[in-house]
């Protein structure tokens, strides 16, 4: 139910084609970017596992949960909550990977991992969810850049009815765009990462997570 690109082009996603990735790393971290059951996405491989009880510390990433901030500069929410709240258990962390929505909420555009060589997109990594060090999504149309290690709550808008909504997704880290991308629950299943059934899991709420760009 995939079309996927880059040298993957209509092959299945699957979990140990991102961690062969990986392996040949400096961060032990890969990505790609595609359309994923009619979705623009990035997925991103971390080795959270592997690095979760390191101390922070250069090119060992992990997934962090932070505070999100919107523009105004409000707290909206922890990142964290969404491993504790049974609402959001499609979400919780598993597998060393999250399926982020790709679509840059700035003007729409689509951004990448490591489509393009700058200090942003190269394969180093410093904690703490900051612009510097790389590994960054990157929107090549204006240079919002995103740390896909980062997972906060915020909150962002549907472009078309104004409706204004909270989501869980990956940081802004610079760059016009006013907020992060929201992550897209999925299942692994033999090896193939799948969407899951909204409907069935009882979180069709969340369909409206990415609905800014309609
Ligand atoms: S559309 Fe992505 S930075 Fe403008």
């Avoid at 969404?82 to 679509?103: C, H, Q, T, W």
């Avoid at 997972?151 to 610079?174: D, H, L, M, P, W």
């Amino acid at each position: 139910d995939s079309v996927w690109y880059g040298d993957q082009h209509l092959e299945s996603m699957t979990e140990s084609g991102f961690k062969d990735e990986a392996g040949r790393s400096t961060t032990g971290m890969s990505g790609a970017s595609g359309v994923w059951s009619g979705l623009p996405v990035n997925v991103v491989y971390i080795p959270h596992e592997e690095n979760k009880n390191l101390p922070p510390m250069q090119n060992k990433p992990r997934i962090q949960f932070m505070d999100g901030v919107d523009q105004t500069g409000a707290i909206i929410g922890y990142g964290g909550d969404m491993e504790e709240d049974p609402a959001y258990a499609a979400l919780k962390v598993s597998n060393n990977i999250l399926v982020i929505f790709g679509r840059c909420p700035h003007l729409c555009c689509i951004p990448g991992w490591q489509l393009i060589e700058n200090n942003f997109t190269a394969d180093n990594w410093e904690p703490g969810g900051l612009d510097s060090g790389g590994n960054k999504l990157f929107c090549i149309c204006h240079s919002s850049r995103y740390d896909p290690t980062v997972v906060e709550k915020n909150t962002n808008r549907n472009r078309a009815s104004g409706t204004v909504f909270q989501y869980f997704g990956i940081k802004r880290t610079g760059g016009p765009t006013p907020v992060g991308m929201p992550l897209i629950p999925f299942t692994v299943n033999n090896d193939v990462i799948e969407v899951v059934d909204f409907k069935a899991e009882g979180i069709e709420a969340m369909l409206d997570w990415y609905t800014y760009c309609d």
